[in-house]
């Protein structure tokens, strides 16, 4: 019987997605599991498996197209099966990633914000390569010159995220009207032009969150100071037996402490719905990503009952298809509590945004060797501070105190992590 597959809900706010490509064509097989399709969202690019095994019978939307949550997108089913699967409700706005068979590569969108002067220059230039629509407007935009651009999309085509990378790499982005001039003295260009630079998506969406978590939620903030030898000589001590490429970080060992001291202070594993206060069974702990155009949230599920190493590689893997743009929509979804963790950029303290509908969130700083004093004596040794903020509806500052205490236990006695 014929299966008819939805435009999958990523994350509690997603009302919508724009479906950017279809990986299968009608009439090809595909097993349970396999990529369907490419969608993007407010967070990030993602890929739809197929809940089902069989033959693409239809794919009731086209490229482009942005599509409500849980509309159909797709039938999938036996070869020769009839098939009169609903149309699904597409927002009647204009497609923003063109199918590359339909858009002729000279198109360019209009666009009412881009100058007059750079706008013929970008056109010119980037007549000769591939690129989507929505991609060639914001190069146009952004004054970025498309042949310094290497696409991923299909055929080498240039597509949205490829402009986002290369304006955060900063390599790529040049002022396409003006002939070059050379630099000499090692002396960069300076500019005195104002620049107006687009907001992805993603950025967005962040700021959309982090208004609503600020005028909603009352936070209120704790810090702590833990002793950090312990955790890194047993680090060392894990990673002499580890390749490379499955080597353990602080981080891992935060994210397994917070989620076994979580299982001791439930009412912050817990959002907060109208008068109640939904305490979670599982401890999904959150890990803050930086990504072009701004940060996701990575999703480690049942934190508190995985091993270091198997913390380790889900978020070196879920990590890395986060900057590539290739999360799983299980990747994103589903947090109870979130870190953010700015330990490797040499910052002393700071704080962070409640991730809503949560409870709480932990700004972990760097782990650094400072003076200390200890019976009397000033000697050598690893601290680290941590904030965390809480939602006042649902907490108090003794409680969250208490947590922070009950997270040394852990950090500064690593060893019961592994029992």
Do not use: C
């Not at 239809?58 to 197209?65: C, K, Y």
């Amino acid at each position: 019987m014929a299966e008819t597959i939805s435009m999958p809900k990523l994350g509690f706010d997603m009302a919508e997605g724009l479906l950017v490509r279809w990986v299968k064509q009608v009439g090809e097989n595909i097993n349970k599991g396999d990529v369907l399709a490419e969608i993007e969202t407010d967070k990030a690019t993602v890929e739809v498996e197929s809940s089902a095994s069989g033959v693409v019978l239809q794919l009731i939307v086209d490229q482009g197209t942005m599509v409500p949550v849980n509309a159909p997108i797709a039938v999938v089913g036996a070869a020769g099966e009839k098939v009169d699967a609903p149309a699904a409700t597409a927002n009647s706005g204009p497609k923003t990633e063109a199918a590359p068979q339909s858009a002729p590569t000279t198109a360019s969108a209009p666009s009412s914000t881009a100058s007059p002067e750079s706008s013929p220059a970008v056109d010119n230039q980037s007549s000769a390569v591939k690129a989507s629509p929505l991609a060639k407007k914001i190069a146009r935009d952004q004054k970025v010159d498309l042949s310094n651009v290497k696409g991923t999309g299909p055929g080498g085509r240039i597509v949205r995220k490829d402009i986002e990378t290369a304006l955060s790499s900063g390599q790529s982005s040049v002022a396409v009207n003006s002939p070059a001039t050379p630099i000499t003295n090692y002396q960069l260009p300076i500019s005195t032009e104002d620049k107006v630079v687009s907001t992805t998506k993603l950025r967005q969406a962040i700021g959309r969150r982090l208004v609503e978590s600020k005028q909603t939620i009352p936070h209120f903030y704790v810090t702590h100071e833990y002793k950090m030898e312990a955790v890194m000589d047993m680090r060392k001590q894990i990673n002499a037996y580890l390749p490379e490429n499955e080597k353990v970080s602080v981080n891992d060992f935060i994210l397994k402490a917070v989620a076994l001291t979580l299982r001791q202070f439930p009412n912050l594993n817990a959002t907060i719905k109208g008068n109640e206060i939904i305490q979670f069974g599982h401890v999904n702990v959150g890990v803050a990503v930086t990504v072009p155009g701004g940060l996701m949230t990575v999703v480690v599920k049942d934190t508190d009952q995985k091993a270091l190493r198997q913390i380790s590689g889900e978020v070196k893997a879920m990590a890395g298809r986060a900057r590539d743009g290739k999360v799983k929509p299980e990747d994103v979804d589903g947090s109870t509590f979130s870190t953010s963790n700015l330990g490797m950029y040499d910052v002393e303290d700071f704080i962070a945004i409640v991730n809503p509908p949560e409870a709480a969130i932990l700004a972990i700083s760097s782990a650094r060797e400072v003076p200390v004093v200890e019976n009397g004596q000033v000697k050598a040794g690893w601290r680290m501070k941590a904030t965390i903020s809480v939602d006042h509806r649902v907490s108090d500052g003794a409680e969250a105190a208490q947590f922070m205490q009950a997270l040394a236990g852990f950090l500064e006695n690593p060893v019961r992590m592994l029992v």
